[in-house]
């Protein structure tokens, strides 16, 4: 039973993982940018959702519907705005930038909220399976997060906006001259990867603390969740989240917790090595 649990552990978590990582995937993917903002629109989210529960006595799931929209025009102002105007520049200019936004968000929300842990509190019980404990509060944030990121995979497939997006994704040039404003559809991307992270957020407060200390922890499994996964697609941030939160659980039980991240950034190093493209992706484009 205790592998049982193990593995219950490791795909509640994945599932989360898989939400964390899919709008940085996303970002990356189709605007060839590292948002370094990524972790601290997580925790942004999160702290919107606490202080909305906290104070407004508004549920959290409630709450994130509009904890996304908050973020998602966040994201659309600071692409459309900020980094719209580098886009063309080598990645390293467009990291820098962002990085340097981050820095600004990051400090900004230590003086607004302090660096205090915080979490939501819900008691809505457990579900007992054999020898398996698994906690509503848990199993809801899961669910909520594959749910999440199934829609993002469905409007990128079969909506206007989201064939537009993936014109963009395989080739700029082409998509601008069949008259896709490309800018535009960059700013609802990067827009899109900010909702995603709210809504993330939104879900992460009511399963662990969340403080601004937490930004780079968040932002570094978005990277190792891309490399095992696939660079770009919802399908490899799916998998490549359930795949680091099954190798996380595994690991804090044969290793201890503290060795976890440890285990996940080896395996991420392996993966780059002898499949660079991840275990669903694939060079070039869909």
């Given amino acids: ?21 899919v709008g940085f995937s996303l970002v990356w993917g189709v605007l060839n940018v590292i948002n370094m903002l990524h972790g601290s629109f997580i925790i942004l ?7 909305a529960w906290l104070h407004l006595k508004v549920n959290p799931l409630v709450a994130l519907a509009p ?49 205090t ?12 399976l054999g020898g398996v404990i698994l906690p509503y509060d848990r199993v809801v944030a899961m669910a909520l997060a594959l749910v999440l990121t199934a829609i993002l995979y469905l409007v990128l497939r079969t909506s206007r906006t989201g064939r537009a997006i993936v014109a963009v994704r395989m080739d700029r040039d082409a998509a601008a001259l069949m008259g896709i404003r490309v800018n535009r559809v960059y700013a609802i991307t990067f827009g899109i990867g900010a909702l995603m992270a709210g809504a993330c957020g939104a879900l992460v407060a009511v399963v662990f603390p969340i403080t601004t200390s937490v930004t780079g922890l968040f932002l570094g499994k978005a990277f190792v969740i891309c490399v095992i996964g696939g660079l770009g697609s919802v399908p490899g941030a799916l998998v490549g989240g359930l795949a680091l939160g099954m190798i996380e659980s595994l690991a804090s039980f044969w290793f201890g917790p503290q060795q976890a991240i440890l285990v996940g950034f080896l395996i991420m190093l392996v993966l780059l090595m002898v499949r660079p493209t991840g275990l669903v992706g694939k060079k070039g484009y869909e």
């Fill in 1 to 21: 039973m205790e592998y049982g649990q193990v593995i219950a552990n490791g795909l509640m978590l994945g599932g989360l993982y898989a939400c964390i990582a």
């Fill in 45 to 51: 989210g999160g702290y919107l959702t606490f202080f």
């Fill in 67 to 115: 904890v996304a929209a908050v973020l998602f025009s966040i994201g659309f102002l600071v692409q459309y705005l900020l980094v719209n105007r580098v886009i063309t520049q080598p990645v390293l200019t467009t990291l820098t930038l962002t990085f340097g936004l981050d820095m600004i968000l990051y400090n900004a929300m230590n003086l607004a909220f302090e660096a």
């Fill in 117 to 128: 842990p915080r979490r939501i509190v819900l008691d809505l019980g457990r579900l007992h």
